[in-house]
């Protein structure tokens, strides 16, 4: 069963203009039910505007888009998906409760039903005693878990994260990194997610989907094997084994058939 | 309850400086005034010129003439009498400048069509505008209701409320974020939901400073729309009177410049009220 499907995709920017910009060509890639995908490339790849694209923010130029076997456009207005970007995005004069409530509210489901959804998905990001709180009076590690939970809160079956975690510290990251991944299997919800940083792709990834620019392609796609993680995975030879890849694909190295096992 | 006690004792304290500035210059200027080149930099101080606060204020007990009302009431019943001009401009302003923003963010090219025009109107000297306004009130009528010349000053009052409130408001609708934008579209939320979930909640920081701005120029274009168009019964007109007694009851004209800043005061105190009960809800970080 497949989550998203994208298939001969590209994006060109201000077409016919002097400043046309060519951001992606050529993309194929099919993300399964229940699996985790990290977008990774340098800055420029377009690995946002793929994100852009699948979440029907923005139109493709050419190639065809399927989300939960749907058209892109029809998958959004279903709400099939939660998005997550760098930034938080709550809406400061909303409570927390209320700030996660608001996709349910624009879906129109019962007070009650809200309220109660609302306050499943703050367990599950570990704030339910904050929810009367306002956003300007949480961390930037707490306002983006509300936003999580925020995007989590119609149980969409695909979440779409934009460098969720960019902005926080090493410490948070690692904690919300955790998080992310017991809430995702947990509630079986297939995840693409755009990164900078490689050991978060391979720590959190079944497959790493390496990207280059000028224009935007995926040049390689590195699957990756830990097992469930736990606190020694972050150490195992395995996770350095990945992260050794991930680089090697980012540089455009041919990567060899047995790769040796090697840390950094 | 402190913080209310010192925002009152604040506020005596301003009115007890000013009082101690106006005598305090009247006691130590020259009644004749400075005179430097030719040019008067500082005005008379003798009692047609500056009248005593006292005399201001005892003025208020006084009938208006011989046997008549006293003067705090005249006074108090011209500026209830403006006030419904200024209320009525205040609120069709507000909403005119609510609904211009709103369309000029919906529209990019109305914006750019006519935000041009919503500057060039603020131009144009009321002083000219205000016979023209009266000119055309007086060939219309509501229905059987024959045009009012309050009406005319309505309008004035109006003409100059709508401004602050159309340039503030776009800026508070066009001042989410993208990525707020686009969370709102990735919940398939249209243009009428993403105004009032998320563009008019956004705007509040930037309306009530618009709103202040506008419930200020409402009170100058009422009164001075009563100065320009001759209308009877508002507290512009008793500027006016009044100041023609200058000569014989220089503490007159005073009494309606006061009722004025009071009638200013109030409508402010109305738009803070009104800050302070949406505020409320808002952020106590």
């Known amino acids: ?264 | 309850m402190n913080r209310r006690l010192r925002l009152a004792l604040g506020g005596v304290g301003a009115v007890l400086v000013g009082v101690a500035l106006w005598e305090g210059y009247k006691a130590v200027g020259d009644p004749d005034g400075t005179v430097l080149f030719g040019a008067r930099v500082l005005p008379r101080t003798d009692d047609a010129a500056m009248p005593h606060v006292w005399t201001v204020l005892s003025r208020f007990g006084d009938p208006e003439l011989a046997g008549g009302d006293p003067i705090w009431l005249v006074v108090l019943q011209a500026c209830l009498f403006t006030l419904r001009s200024v209320a009525i401009g205040f609120v069709a302003g507000a909403l005119v400048g609510l609904l211009l923003a709103v369309l000029m963010q919906r529209l990019r090219v109305v914006e750019r069509g006519l935000l041009p025009y919503v500057i060039l109107s603020q131009t144009v000297p009321l002083i000219a505008l205000a016979p023209v306004i009266a000119g055309w009130g007086g060939r219309l009528a509501i229905g059987p209701y024959p045009w009012q010349p309050w009406m005319s000053v309505t309008v004035i009052a109006l003409y100059l409320a709508f401004f602050p409130v159309a340039v503030g408001m776009l800026r508070g609708l066009q001042s989410p974020a993208p990525i707020a934008e686009e969370l709102m579209r990735s919940y398939a939320a249209g243009w009428w939901r993403t105004l009032v979930k998320l563009r008019l909640p956004a705007s509040t920081p930037y309306l009530f400073p618009a709103l202040r701005l506008a419930a200020a120029a409402a009170v100058v274009g009422a009164v001075v729309g009563e100065i320009s168009t001759g209308t009877r019964g508002g507290v512009g007109r008793l500027v006016i009177e009044y100041s023609r007694e200058a000569t014989t009851d220089p503490a007159k004209v005073f009494t309606a410049m006061v009722g004025a800043a009071a009638l200013g005061l109030a409508v402010a105190a109305i738009v803070g009220l009104g800050e302070f009960l949406v505020g409320r809800r808002r952020v106590r970080a």
Not at chain 1, 11 to 39: H, Q
Not at chain 1, 174 to 199: K, M, N, W, Y
Request: with cysteine.
């Open chain 1, 1 to 264: 069963m497949t989550s998203v499907v994208l298939e001969g995709v590209s994006k060109v920017f201000n077409a016919g203009r002097a400043d046309e910009v060519t951001a992606l060509t050529g993309v194929d890639l099919t993300v399964a039910r229940g699996e985790f995908v990290s977008l990774i490339g340098p800055s420029g790849c377009g690995k946002s505007t793929l994100l852009r694209l699948v979440g029907d923010l923005i139109q493709p130029t050419s190639g065809a888009i399927t989300v939960a076997g749907k058209s892109a456009r029809t998958a959004r207005v279903d709400q099939e998906y939660g998005i997550a970007f760098q930034q938080a995005g709550l809406f400061d004069w909303r409570t927390v409760q209320r700030n996660v409530e608001l996709p349910l509210e624009l879906r129109g489901s019962p007070r009650q039903e809200r309220h109660d959804r609302a306050r499943e998905m703050l367990d599950l990001v570990g704030l339910a005693e904050f929810a009367g709180h306002y956003p300007a009076q949480l961390s930037g590690g707490m306002q983006q878990r509300v936003a999580i939970a925020r995007a989590l809160a119609v149980h969409p079956p695909l979440l779409l994260m934009d460098e969720p975690f960019g902005a926080l510290d090493e410490m948070t990251r690692e904690r919300l990194q955790d998080e992310l991944l017991r809430i995702c299997a947990s509630t079986g919800t297939s995840t693409i997610f755009v990164t900078h940083s490689i050991p978060e792709a391979v720590y959190l990834s079944d497959r790493v989907v390496v990207m280059s620019a000028r224009p935007g392609r995926i040049t390689e796609v590195v699957p990756v094997d830990l097992g469930p993680r736990t606190e020694a995975t972050r150490q195992s030879p395995g996770f350095f084994a990945g992260i050794t890849k991930v680089r090697k694909a980012l540089r455009g190295d041919p990567v060899p058939a047995a790769e040796p096992l090697v840390a950094p």
